[in-house]
C-alpha cells in the first residue's frame, strides 16, 4: 500500500460523502471541484 | 481537458440550432477532435521531424527536445464527443444547455482516466437524478469495489509479476510451453487488469448514485467472436457498432445493395475492427491485432450466406464448449501482436506453434536442485511452467464462472451470509498480503 493508493481513499471518501452531505444544487458544483482537484493531482 | 470540452460544447449548440450546415459543423467538431487526439497521441511521429525542421530554419528546442504532456484519458474522450455530436446531428439527442454538466461529462473523473465510453443521453440525466443510497446499493457498490481489487491486486498484478520480461522480447530462448503459459497468463493479466479497474470505478461513481455502463461480461467464456466483442470492453464495441460498423454498412450498401455481396460482407467488420486497433494504437502489431480479429468475424459469418444462423444457446453443451475452447484460443493468439512489435510477435508464434520448440521438461535436474546437488540456476530452463501461475488462474477463472453460470455478476450477494463473509474475510486478507507487494503496477488501459 503506498501514498497514492491511500489518498485516493480519502479522495474518493471526501467526494462521495460530501456529494451525498450537499443540497441537489451544489451537487455538480461540488463533483465539478473533485473532478480538477483529481486532474491536479495526476497532472 | 477544458478547453476541448468546451469547444465541443459550443459545436453541439452550434449543430443543435442550425438550419442548415449541421452537418459542416459536425464534420468540423469530427475533425477538431481527431486532429487533437493524433496531435498528442502520436506526437512520436512528428515531434522528431519537427525538431529537424526547426533547426533547420534556426529554432534551438533546447536539450530536450519537444514534449508533449497527453491529457488523461483523451482517447476515451475523443470517442465520446464524437457519439454527442453525431447524436445531437442525428436528432437522438437534444444539446446540453448547462455548461457545468457538459463539462462533468467529459471530466467525471471515476471515467476519466479508461472510461467506460459512455453516451451523453444516457450519462447526462443521471447527473440530474443520482440514485438514492440503500442497503442494496451500498452492497452492491462495495461487491463492485472489492470484486475489482481482487482482479486488479491479486489476479492481474500477481500474474504479470509471474512473467519474465524477457520473455516478450526474446522469447525464441524459451521452449514452447513456458511461452504458452506465459501467453495464457498475460491473456488474464490484460483481463483482469481493465475488468479490474473497470469494477473499480463503477463501484465508486455507484456510491455517487451515478451508475457507469459495465464494461466486461465473463468475455472469455464466449462462443464466437461476435459474442466476444458482446463481452469484452463492451462501451467501446458498441460505440464502434453505433458509428462505424453500421454507417460503413449503410453507406456500402446504397452503393451495392445486395447484403451478402463480398463488399458489404467483408468491408465494415474489417474496417470496424481496424479503426479499434488504430485506436489503441498506431502501430503495425496493433493493425495486425485489429484486422486479425476482423478476419475472425468475417470467418465466423460465412456460414450465414447458405444456411440460416444457428443460436449458440440451443447448441449442445459439448459443441458450446468446444465452440468456446475455439474462440479463446484465437483470441488468445490475437494477444502475441497485441503485446509485442511485429518481428517479436513472428518470432513469439514461431516458438508456440513449431513442434521442435515443445522441449521436454527436466524434472530430474528439477529434483537434483532440490536435493542441493546443482544450484539452482536458470528455472525456467526445466521447461516446466510455473505452478504460481496456475494457483491465480484457476480462482481468477472459477470467479468469472460463478459469474457467467448464474448470469450474474452480484451472484455472490444471493449466497449464505456466512459464505459472504469468509469469503470477503478470505479477499481482505489476500489484498492485505498483496499490498506488501504493491509496485503500483499501472493500469495498462491506461497507456490507450
Known amino acids: 500500500m503506498n501514498i497514492t493508493t491511500l489518498s485516493f481513499a480519502a479522495f474518493v471518501d471526501i467526494v462521495v460523502v460530501g456529494y451525498r452531505l450537499f443540497p441537489a444544487r451544489f451537487r455538480n458544483i461540488w463533483l465539478f471541484v473533485a473532478c480538477l482537484g483529481f486532474l491536479a493531482a495526476w497532472s | 481537458m477544458l478547453i476541448i470540452g468546451t469547444v465541443n460544447y459550443f459545436l453541439g449548440e452550434w449543430i443543435g440550432k442550425a438550419k442548415d450546415g449541421r452537418k459542416r459543423f459536425l464534420w468540423i467538431g469530427i475533425v477538431f477532435n481527431v486532429f487533437t487526439l493524433l496531435i498528442f497521441k ?160 463503477r463501484g465508486i461513481s455507484g456510491l455517487l448514485g451515478i451508475e457507469l455502463t459495465s464494461n466486461f461480461n465473463t468475455p472469455y467464456f464466449s462462443r464466437s467472436f461476435a459474442e466476444f466483442w458482446g ?34 460482407f467483408i468491408l465494415p467488420p474489417l474496417v470496424t475492427m481496424l479503426v479499434s486497433g488504430m485506436w489503441h494504437g498506431l502501430s503495425v502489431s496493433l493493425l495486425l491485432w485489429g484486422s486479425l480479429h476482423g478476419a475472425y468475424l468475417i470467418v465466423e459469418r460465412i456460414p450465414t450466406l447458405w444456411a440460416p444462423k444457428v443460436l449458440l444457446d440451443e447448441c449442445p453443451k459439448w459443441r458450446q464448449a468446444v465452440a468456446a475452447l475455439f474462440t479463446f484460443s484465437l483470441v488468445l493468439l490475437a494477444w502475441i501482436p497485441f503485446r509485442m512489435d511485429l518481428i517479436t510477435a513472428k518470432r513469439y508464434l514461431a516458438g508456440l506453434i513449431l513442434p521442435s520448440r515443445w522441449a521436454r521438461p527436466e524434472f530430474l535436474w528439477m529434483s537434483e536442485v532440490f536435493k542441493g546437488h546443482l544450484p539452482v540456476g536458470d528455472v525456467y530452463g526445466w521447461n516446466i511452467p510455473d505452478p504460481r501461475i496456475f494457483l491465480v488462474l484457476v480462482p481468477a477463472i472459477l470467479l468469472d464462472w460463478a459469474q457467467y453460470h448464474h448470469k450474474d455478476e452480484f451472484v455472490f450477494l444471493k449466497w449464505p451470509r456466512w459464505v459472504q463473509a469468509a469469503l470477503l474475510a478470505l479477499a481482505i486478507l489476500g489484498l492485505y498480503l498483496a499490498s506488501f507487494a504493491d509496485s503500483a503496477a499501472p493500469f495498462v488501459y491506461q497507456g490507450f
Open chain 2, 42 to 201: 502520436y506526437s512520436d511521429f512528428y515531434i522528431p521531424e519537427l525538431i529537424v525542421f526547426l533547426a533547420h530554419i534556426g529554432v534551438e528546442t533546447g536539450s530536450g527536445g519537444i514534449q508533449l504532456l497527453m491529457p488523461i484519458g483523451l482517447s476515451f474522450t475523443t470517442v465520446q464527443l464524437i457519439s454527442y455530436l453525431v447524436d445531437v446531428h442525428n436528432r437522438i439527442l437534444l444539446p446540453e444547455k448547462g455548461w457545468l454538466k457538459f463539462i462533468l461529462y467529459v471530466l467525471y473523473f471515476p471515467k476519466l482516466l479508461s472510461g467506460p465510453i459512455e453516451r451523453a443521453r444516457i450519462f447526462l440525466p443521471k447527473l440530474d437524478h443520482p440514485q438514492p443510497l440503500s442497503e442494496e446499493s451500498i452492497a452492491r457498490n462495495f461487491t463492485l469495489i472489492v470484486t475489482g481489487l481482487i482482479r486488479k491486486l491479486l489476479f492481474a498484478n500477481m500474474l504479470s509479476a509471474m512473467i519474465p520480461p524477457v520473455a516478450f522480447v526474446q522469447p525464441l530462448m524459451y521452449s514452447a510451453q513456458m511461452l504458452l503459459t506465459w501467453l495464457l497468463a498475460y491473456a488474464f493479466v490484460i483481463y483482469n487488469d481493465f475488468a479490474g479497474y473497470t469494477s473499480i470505478v
Open chain 2, 231 to 264: 463481452r469484452w470492453h463492451i462501451s467501446l464495441s458498441n460505440w464502434l457498432r453505433d458509428y462505424i460498423f453500421f454507417p460503413a454498412s449503410r453507406a456500402l450498401l446504397k452503393k451495392i445493395p445486395a447484403r451478402d455481396h463480398i463488399i458489404n
